[in-house]
């Protein structure tokens, strides 16, 4: 199955910071964008496997996909109208 490439507007690299530090950082990244634009996440915490999915619920915000690559959690976040 291919997979479609998602178009990032701004890229937070939380590599090597434990929770709540990528939480912190991704939404402090939410802010800078309008609504509809994309925000791709690095983590390594596993925390955020959880975190910022629940946390993309409960803002408004869309979570588009997230996949493993090379031992780094990769997250699409797409900003929603209200946060």
């Given amino acids: 199955m291919a997979e479609t ?3 990032a507007t701004v890229v937070v690299d939380a590599r090597g ?3 709540p530090m ?3 950082k991704t ?3 939410m802010k800078g964008l309008a609504a509809g634009e994309v925000l791709k996440v690095i ?3 596993r925390g955020a496997i959880a ?3 629940a946390w993309a ?3 408004g915000n869309e979570l588009l996909e997230w996949h493993e690559e090379g031992g780094d959690l990769v997250f699409f976040l797409r900003r929603g109208e209200e946060e």
């Fill in 5 to 7: 490439e998602i178009k």
């Fill in 17 to 19: 910071l434990l929770c």
């Fill in 22 to 24: 990528p939480i912190v």
């Fill in 27 to 29: 939404a402090k990244a």
């Fill in 43 to 45: 983590a390594t915490d």
């Fill in 51 to 53: 975190d910022i999915p």
């Fill in 57 to 59: 619920g409960s803002t």
